[in-house]
């Protein structure tokens, strides 16, 4: 069966220091794989995406992610983390080939910045 | 480009009546749409899928009679909440599906409280 895991429910990070937000999936397909950012009260925008190739991603806002296929993973990325980027991160993965196109969500980590 | 919209941004009902939710892609044409549901601190919960032109397919568990889903367009799709009761009460998000992409692209929301 398809999930997503997302271990950590709430990070902590100081301004400035580096940031990884881990993400692992089971999926019996070939995988595509996303990480979305929701602000409070928002809906969610996508950071980066991975569907094949460089399994290392750029995507807006800094942020990076590398696809680990022997570990079943994704995990986010940043050097450098800046207040605004508090709010909560979802990791999502579909199929490839998948017809009607259907993600399916990890249940997000609520990132916290201290300045 | 990208964008979707949800209308209204929030609403408040009475218990019983119906309320009309409308998701738009404003610049590219959608062929799949969803619709989700998501309760304080919790990941999205997928309600249905849409396509343009064909009934909705809803999650187990999702009374069809209950959330009516129109999707009459490539750019339009519909959630209607009828005989709305307060345990309704939830922030629903859209997203919608470019026809030649596997990403969803978010809507902000729509808070819906029934009192």
Known sequence: ?115 | GAVVSQHPSWVICKSGTSVKIECRSLDFQATTMFWYRQFPKQSLMLMATSNEGSKATYEQGVEKDKFLINHASLTLSTLTVTSAHPEDSSFYICSARPEVAYEQYFGPGTRLTVT
Do not use: M
């Open chain 1, 1 to 115: 069966a398809q999930s997503v895991t997302q271990p950590d429910i709430h990070i902590t990070v100081s301004e400035g220091a580096s940031l990884e937000l881990r993400c692992n999936y089971s999926y019996g397909a070939t995988p595509y794989l996303f990480w979305y950012v929701q602000s409070p009260g928002q809906g969610l925008q996508l950071l980066l995406k991975y569907f094949s190739g460089d399994t290392l991603v750029q995507g807006i806002k800094g942020f990076e992610a590398e696809f680990k296929r022997s570990q079943s993973s994704f995990n986010l990325r940043k050097p450098s983390v800046h207040w605004s980027d508090a709010a909560e991160y979802f990791c999502a993965v579909g199929a490839l080939g998948s017809t009607l196109g259907r993600l399916y969500f990890g249940r997000g980590t609520q990132l916290t910045v201290w300045p």
